[in-house]
């Protein structure tokens, strides 16, 4: 069943073995460059020339458009209706009940199904277009709308989840229930790493910074291997305390002790490989290596004392405070940069039930700059074209407001039927709208997306193609899709 | 030797941990805000289990259906927590009839998987062709694990019901008599209540002065004189109510009205408030009663002292705070949200004893459902009593208050009855005729007042009452099964597995595939324990010796330990297996037994040295060609560092722990009201527990446990990954934990031997049970004399070093030695033959 593994382990053992003579720079035998990079397949995983271990024969099924993955959610669902969905004839609606038509007796949240009634609720905000596409952004998103020629926005989105913790999992994991592999691991473990001395699956978290947001749980599950192996998992990279959790040597052994340390160690482990042959001594001896290359370009990559001041120039101010959206993604780049595959990005306090006037220009505000920066910089170092950025929720929100609704003041309920999402670069066209919602960004009328079109999409962006791209357990191949079809949505494809 | 491993306690503690990751243990609810659970008496359970050697089909039996049995014990309850550590769900707007099928669905997965090695949940959605289990089977499985008085939401409490007190030892023998006694008084008292004396009728009958009180007087500490109180004040006044046609006291702004000369409460003093409010609009916050001051402090920043009592979330509730700023709170249970438009009597009791634990609470005169036992640790600090005076209705605008009174002990179900029926009685005695709905209030009233017997059972139930509260703070809760007996266990089929598509009901069944329940069993769960051990059924002792065999040996005869079916990994050794299973059921499912004919058998102590040969033909010893050796798991390598530290506590049992971890790994992930966001590290030899103590959040499990590969706990696993990573190099590189054993190693190292080649030998017989032989012994030196010859020089690294971890390093008389030996004890720790069985 899993015959590759055994080849894997061996594949990345050499490559590890392979740096660790550049590092160590003592001659350990083993097998040449050459031969590495011809059993690695690396000819067929990319034509930069950058060096990947790890990976199933076989993948990319097919040239791959994005070599890395920044993906940016917003947890706690935005209101789509005021930010991307634009439905200026909802002001005419103003209190007046959701046509039961539209609504059409459809499940709603237990926070809402007991109320009264439905009045709708136009957006507070104003609406323009932007761009040689003339897309339609709402003014809280003032600098997504300088690059809205870059983006492709999906409008209609459409999941069967409506609770935070399930629609997430979903969105994550293609299940709604938690032990499935997240789309980061099916990603590392399917193309492998393309850095020897980071983890290919980086997680990060942004603080919001609205008082009164009202946030929602994330967990580890979303980071999650699940089935696949747990070197697949996420590795979260934290603003505060240790930037990777166990990076920092104990106090009183500065990284010289460490190297000391580990020579010695490395050569009685080496002693007990000699006596007992066992290979998963000779992994333990490169997987110390590979650690104490994590301790060392770790502080390198969060070291942002060098960046230009036209860093912050473009990422805002708040990209100097720790823990920002803005630093985040300023990390996300210099993540990027190095090559790590999977950059997950999680941003809380969008779950805006109530107070949306008063909590939403906050949370956008947060979010705003620091993702267009992270496009534009990643356009100018000429790396948009093979990295893919995402910006999406788990679902959208009701055009009624829960709880009262007054000329300044609303807040909207969970709704799954039709949600907004963007995506950039790694082969995605930009300047597209994709879809259209009726007049009450309830229901889909044109175009739908489903998450597993969208996690499909993700994946033929990979170069993989998600029906052919399954792991077996429990009997069952199991895929990040699911069993039910999914479609790549060709018309945002570059 | 294996005879004293398998009597020692610590062989049970060992064993739990496998038994634990199979039925997902852990200490939080799992799901969404994750909050705590009290669930540690079942992972007790199981430890003892093993050490008493309950017999596999008795550890089976009880687990399952302990409740069932007859005249259950308070441990054969405890022992059904195993089907309540399934993770639950409190997130507002779900959808209870689909988590009511999530839990069903783990329910069935996990039994499948734990006892019959099949992977039943592939048959949630419909058939497959070559899959021995249809759809019908997987929900007539899960019929038997969902006919429960349990209720979907778990309310984010610690104590979800059905759960039990699990009294402290010293308290096991009293407890039951405390709870049967309780039983007989209020049975006794209620029937009183249901015959009326002869002479009550005409007691109805007889004037009586004005100026009855509830209570004795003697207990009844203040009653507010609302009349007087509404006297010229611009924020409230006496006006028409609809409780028993009374004037009350009706607030016109949202602005207390002080009492004058009210009692002063306080953290040391007993008490009982009462009163009737009137709640106007349901999605309104209302304060109803408080005494309390914001007390400025330029260091600590401002903190609040006193009391408050409130409705939030139409759910009501009393918090208070001590000088510290910490506080207790009572608060009622989701279920008793209270209705807007409608009067409402509360009580909140509280015993003086500083403890959470101390408040109670009955609404509209019932004892009712509270947000449970919250943070237990917390503990009034100080006073409470404030100069300032009480306020009624600080936020209660166009709500009111009929009744507000305080008596100066805690008080018993009748009390609290006749306190929250007092208007009415009030009324019913001064008008002299009472309506039918007040005449059973008046009888409770005369029987209190007039019935020598009555009294006597309600001062013994107050006190009763009392014990029992410190029986419970004392004692711990864990959740159990427990059985709805109005109805057989049943399911229905859902289309595509969609709780919403309801199809055919199907009673609970055993899978077809398998030989049928006896007709003399009951078709319950007990009925499906006793099955599963039955000899005909050809599941059970082969998946169990196969998951003991894959605890000794790294891996089982069958791979696919959860998955004996055509999809899973054929055996290895099929005889074998075949016929571990029947001895270890001929012998009576004796497990101690079967481990120790593992440990002693050739295969398990042939050599582990692995030659090009049986490498190439046995690459990862499926054919046992030599002896297990492989990575231990995550708990054994904390464990083992502590061990040979000297360090390891090995008490036995408790509540969970929170030993080392880096900061911030539960904020991260967590909800802001969640009672698990903050992990609060603890101090002392809870560091030093064994790692299966571990508190698990399993939203965000132990850090260090994690990256070894220990199951969050969120659902069953019964097989373990084994990861060979670097972030597994840097728990033990860098962790605390490791580097606080490692300097305790070396100081046991440092006062054991006199040289560093003595000093080096005492550390390997702790770690590796041998002396280092010549070429590595010479590794091992050099790299000691690079570490002296570095803190020589570096004083200051080697006094940071020595501080590493809690515990102090004892006054050596040479640092830079003690710090050189404490690396060359580290690098030890690190060894692939240390982290290696």
């Not at chain 1, 809402?112 to 003014?139: C, D, N």
């Not at chain 1, 691991?185 to 193309?191: A, I, Q």
């Not at chain 2, 464990?639 to 929170?658: E, F, I, Q, T």
Request: net charge neutral.
């Amino acid at each position: 069943m899993r015959n590759h593994d055994a080849i894997d382990a061996i594949a990345a053992q050499m490559a590890q073995e392979e740096s660790r003579r550049q590092f160590f720079g003592r001659g350990i035998q083993g097998i040449g460059a050459l031969a590495l990079g011809s059993l690695l397949g690396q000819d067929a995983r990319g034509a930069t020339g950058v060096k990947t271990t790890g990976g199933m024969p076989g993948l990319p099924h097919f040239p791959a458009k994005a070599k890395r993955c920044i993906y940016l959610h917003m947890v706690g669902a935005p209101p789509q209706i005021d930010l991307f969905d634009y439905k200026p004839g909802m002001k005419d609606y103003f209190d007046k009940d959701l046509p039961e038509s539209i609504r059409q007796g459809q499940r709603l949240t237990t926070m809402t199904s007991g109320q009264s009634r439905f009045p709708i609720a136009p957006s507070v905000f104003k609406f323009a277009q932007h761009g040689k596409s003339g897309t339609w952004l709402s003014e809280l998103l003032p600098y997504t709308a300088k690059m809205v020629d870059d983006i492709a926005l999906i409008r209609t989105m459409h999941t069967e989840e409506i609770n935070h913790e399930p629609a997430i999992t979903f969105f994550q994991t293609g299940n709604m229930i938690a032990g499935r592999p997240c789309i980061g691991s099916w990603v590392s473990y399917g193309l492998g790493s393309m850095n020897s001395d980071l983890p290919s699956f980086v997680v990060l978290q942004a603080k919001h910074t609205h008082p009164r947001a009202n946030v929602q749980a994330i967990s580890a599950r979303l980071w999650s291997a699940g089935f696949l192996s747990g070197q697949y998992s996420g590795v979260g990279l934290r603003s505060g305390g240790d930037p990777v959790l166990y990076i920092n040597n104990p106090d009183g052994v500065p990284m010289e002790m460490r190297h000391k340390m580990l020579d010695a160690l490395g050569e009685m482990n080496q002693q007990t490989f000699q006596k007992l042959s066992d290979p998963e001594t000779k992994t333990r001896i490169a997987q110390y290596e590979m650690a104490f290359r994590m301790q060392s370009s770790v502080p390198e990559l969060t070291d942002v004392s060098k960046e230009p001041e036209s860093t912050y120039a473009l990422y805002g101010e708040e990209a100097k405070k720790p823990g920002t959206f803005a630093q985040t993604c300023l990390m996300a780049r210099r993540l990027a940069e190095r090559n790590v595959r999977f950059i997950q990005v999680y941003h809380r306090g969008w779950d805006v039930h109530g107070s949306l006037p008063e909590v939403l220009p906050s949370q956008c505000k947060d979010v705003d700059q620091g993702a267009y920066a992270l496009v534009q910089d990643l356009k100018q170092r000429g790396m948009l074209d093979d990295t893919l950025v995402i910006f999406a929720g788990e679902f959208g929100r009701t055009i009624y407001s829960q709880g009262k609704l007054t000329a300044t003041d609303y807040g909207r309920d969970h709704h799954p039927r039709c949600f907004s999402l963007w995506m950039a670069g790694g082969g995605i066209k930009g300047g597209v709208v994709h879809g259209t919602t009726d007049e009450f960004s309830y229901n889909i009328t044109e175009n739908p997306v489903h998450v597993r079109d969208f996690q499909a999409t993700v994946m033929h962006l990979f170069g993989i193609d998600h029906d052919r791209f399954s792991y077996k357990y429990q009997g069952l191949d199991v895929k990040l899709t699911g069993v039910e079809k999914a479609s790549v949505v060709k018309a945002i494809l570059a | 030797m294996i005879d004293r491993y398998l009597a020692s306690p610590q062989y049970g503690a060992h064993r739990a941990h496998y038994w634990l990751d199979a039925a997902r243990y852990g200490d939080t609810h799992g799901i969404h805000v994750d909050n705590y659970r009290e669930m540690w008496p079942y992972r007790d359970w199981v430890i003892h289990a093993y050490n008493r050697n309950l017999t596999f089909d008795q550890f089976t039996i009880e687990q399952l259906a302990g409740d069932l049995l007859p005249n259950p014990t308070l441990e054969q309850r405890i022992a059904t927590g195993f089907h309540r550590n399934n993770v639950t769900t409190n997130e507002a707007g779900l959808i209870e009839d689909e988590y009511a099928e999530i839990y069903a669905k783990d329910r069935a997965d996990t039994t499948g998987a734990v006892w019959l090695g099949m992977t039943v949940g592939c048959a949630t959605c419909h058939d497959h062709k070559f899959d021995p289990i249809p759809q019908k089977d997987f929900y007539a499985l899960g019929a038997y694990f969902r006919n429960t008085t349990q209720r979907v939401m778990d309310d984010n409490i610690p104590d979800t019901p059905p759960i039990v007190l699990v009294p402290a030892l010293e308290d096991r023998e009293r407890w039951p008599q405390v709870s049967a006694r309780l039983g007989e008084l209020r049975t006794a008292m209620a029937k009183a209540r249901q015959q009326e004396p002869a002479a009550f009728a005409q007691w109805l009958t007889n004037a009586r002065p004005t100026g009855a009180r509830p209570l004795d007087t003697a207990s009844e500490w203040f009653t507010a004189d609302l009349p007087k109180l509404a006297e010229g004040a611009k924020q409230a006044k006496m006006a028409e109510s609809n409780i028993a046609g009374r004037a009350a006291l009706t607030f016109t702004e949202n602005e207390g009205l002080p009492v004058p000369s009210s009692p002063k409460l306080d953290a040391d003093q007993p008490f009982t408030i009462a009163l009737d409010f009137f709640f106007p609009k349901a999605e309104q916050s209302y304060t109803l009663a408080s005494q309390q001051v914001t007390v400025k402090d330029p260091v600590l920043g401002d903190r609040t002292q006193g009391w408050v009592i409130n409705v939030g979330g139409r759910v009501v509730g009393m918090n208070i705070w001590g000088d510290n700023g910490q506080n207790i709170e009572i608060r009622a249970a989701h279920l008793e949200q209270i209705k807007h438009g409608t009067w409402n009597h509360l009580i909140v009791t509280y015993d003086g004893s500083r403890h959470q634990s101390g408040l109670g609470m009955f609404l509209n005169g019932r004892a009712i459902a509270t947000q449970g036992r919250g943070n237990q640790n917390v503990v009034l600090k100080g006073a409470i009593a404030l100069d300032q005076p009480l306020l009624l209705g600080r936020s209660l605008k166009d709500g009111a208050i009929a009744d507000f009174r305080i008596i100066n002990r805690v008080v018993n179900e009748s009390e609290a009855y006749l306190l929250s029926r007092w208007t009415a009685i009030d009324a019913a005695l001064s008008r002299q005729a009472a309506s039918t709905a007040d005449r059973e209030a008046l009888l409770v009233y005369y029987l209190s007042k007039q019935d020598p017997a009555f009294g006597k059972l309600a001062s013994e139930l107050t006190a009763l009452n009392l014990e029992a509260r410190a029986i419970t703070r004392r004692g711990a809760i864990t959740h159990v099964m427990n059985e709805r007996m109005d109805q057989m266990p049943s399911a229905n089929i859902l289309f595509r597995g969609a709780y919403d598509q309801k199809r055919a009901k199907v009673e609970a069944a055993t899978p077809s595939v398998l030989p049928p329940m006896p007709a003399d069993l009951p078709n319950n769960r007990l009925g499906f324990a006793k099955w599963l051990m039955r000899p005909e059924n050809p599941m059970t002792a082969r998946v169990t010796a196969n998951r003991m065999w894959q605890e000794v040996f790294g891996i089982g005869i069958v791979k696919t330990a959860d998955d004996f079916g055509s999809q899973g990994e054929p055996p290895t050794h099929q005889e074998l297996l075949d016929w571990l299973a029947v001895d270890f059921r001929e012998n009576g499912w004796d497990m101690k037994r079967f481990y120790k004919q593992l440990l002693m058998s050739a295969t398990y102590q042939q050599t582990a040295v692995a030659t090009p040969a049986k490498l190439a033909k046995d690459p990862e010893n499926r054919l046992l060609s030599r002896g297990p050796r492989f990575r231990m798991d995550a708990e054994m390598i904390r464990d083992y560092a502590l061990a040979s530290s000297g360090l390891l506590n090995l008490k036995v049992g408790g509540p969970s722990v929170k030993p080392y971890q880096p900061e911030g790994v539960w904020e991260a992930v967590a909800m802001i009201g969640s009672n698990t966001r903050f992990y609060q590290r603890d101090g002392g030899d809870k560091l030093y527990r064994r790692s299966l103590y571990t508190f698990i959040k399993r939203s965000a499990p132990p850090a260090s446990l994690d990256i070894f590969n220990a199951p969050s706990r969120e659902s069953c696993t019964v097989r373990r990954e084994r990861t060979n990573t670097p972030l597994q190099a840097l728990v033990t590189m860098n962790d605390t934990q490791f580097m606080e054993a490692a300097r305790n190693l070396a100081q046991r190292a440092y006062v054991a031997a006199p040289v560093i080649d003595g000093r080096l030998d005492f550390m390997t017989a702790n770690l590796l049970a041998r002396p280092l032989d010549g070429p590595e012994r010479q590794v091992a030196i050099k790299a000691y004399r690079e570490y002296a010859a570095y803190y020589d020089t570096h004083p200051s690294d080697a006094r940071k070093l020595l501080q590493v971890g809690e515990k102090p390093t004892e006054k050596a008389p040479d640092m830079i030695v003690s710090a050189a030996l404490a690396m060359l004890a580290h690098q030890l720790l690190n060894l692939d033959e240390v982290l290696t069985k």
